[in-house]
């Protein structure tokens, strides 16, 4: 049987990637900010402030679900939407600790910017 290539990474990098995997897309961040923005879920349809169709919107809350980064749960007619706090929590911690490492790496001779 043949292994996935990213089984050949470990675990915090495979995650660590599928959450940067979702971040990948303006429509996307534009989501989480507005989420993020709100004390409640958010009841209705997210179509409504990303200027994108109905089904492309649909398929980015997917993807933000499929991460863990969004909850949403059925209420009648309409969707509640959340942040995930636990892991908003996760990925803001493992990013600082990614970045931290990164950042004390020596991978040039000058530290210009």
Do not use: W
Request: one cysteine or more; proline letters at 3%.
């Amino acid at each position: 049987m043949s292994q996935a290539k990213t089984d050949l990474f470990d675990s915090d990098l495979q995650e660590l990637a599928q959450l940067f995997k979702a971040l990948g897309h303006p429509a996307r961040l534009q989501i989480l900010t507005f989420l993020g923005s709100r004390d409640t879920c958010f009841s209705g349809d997210i179509t409504e402030i990303v200027p994108l169709g109905r089904t492309t919107v649909n398929q980015h809350i997917a993807e933000l679900k499929k991460a863990g980064l969004i909850k949403g749960t059925i209420h009648g007619t309409k969707t509640n939407y959340c942040l995930n706090p636990c892991v908003i929590e996760k990925l803001n911690k493992i990013g600082i600790d990614f970045c931290a490492k990164l950042q004390h790496a020596n991978s040039c001779e000058t530290k210009e910017c």
